[in-house]
């Protein structure tokens, strides 16, 4: 049992609903989509082959109990689970933040998936699952990566099918440095949408760095 790692390290929780937190991330190799803004294409297939004892051993105590399990498209891995379920038994919050194009049920029950759909400006909208919208439980995250009007417009559409949709857990992020923050912010008071309008945190706090961050 073995996952192919890209890295493993400790920052600020820079998006989600737990925004501000320190956060073990552990970034799992390889993705299925090639989106026109990917700030994390180094792990398209750069990694090293570790158990999932080590991968645990590596992360230590992950940092204020908080973790997160990245990519890449961590669901590509199979033993993914596992890691997960590990780290749930050890008591620890896990994240995991998967990009729309994979089936959310396989994570275990006790994990919060953050499904990052990608808008027509990533160039992968067709390739996302629809149906992982009905699949969200109470405590996953929906998360819209803005990049202009059109992304705006079809992000809104879909929110249309969502059974029940809970304003706190629809994350909606300008994508960095092409939508002004504030633009975004306009269109939902004006169309009096229930979504947390999200600012990277990591591109404040580290505009230069990419990578481990």
């Not at 737990?18 to 073990?24: E, I, N, Q, S, V």
């Not at 080590?54 to 990245?70: H, I, K, M, N, Q």
């Not at 396989?106 to 390739?127: E, T």
């Not at 929906?142 to 994350?171: C, M, N």
């Amino acid at each position: 049992m073995s996952l192919i790692v890209n890295e493993i390290f400790v920052s600020i929780q820079g998006e989600s609903s737990f925004a501000g937190l320190p956060c073990t991330f552990i970034r799992l190799t390889g993705c299925n989509l090639r989106c026109s803004y990917c700030d994390t294409a180094y792990a398209y297939e750069d990694g090293e082959r570790l158990s999932i004892a080590e991968t645990y051993a590596r992360a230590g105590s992950p940092s204020a109990g908080l973790v997160e399990v990245t990519g890449g498209e961590p669901l590509l891995q199979p033993e993914t689970t596992r890691l997960v379920e590990k780290l749930l038994k050890e008591e620890n919050t896990v994240l995991v933040e998967t990009n729309g194009s994979m089936d959310i049920r396989r994570l275990p029950a006790g994990a919060i998936a953050i499904v990052d759909m990608k808008c027509p400006s990533s160039g992968m909208s067709d390739r996302m699952d629809l149906e992982n919208l009905r699949r969200l439980r109470p405590e996953d995250e929906l998360k819209f990566v803005i990049r202009d009007a059109k992304d705006y417009g079809w992000a809104k559409s879909l929110l249309k099918l969502l059974p029940s949709p809970t304003p706190e857990k629809l994350l909606f992020s300008p994508a960095w440095p092409d939508l002004a923050p504030r633009l975004l912010a306009e269109w939902i008071l004006a169309d009096h949408l229930p979504v947390r309008l999200q600012i990277p945190l990591q591109r404040i706090l580290w505009p230069h760095e990419f990578r481990g961050r």
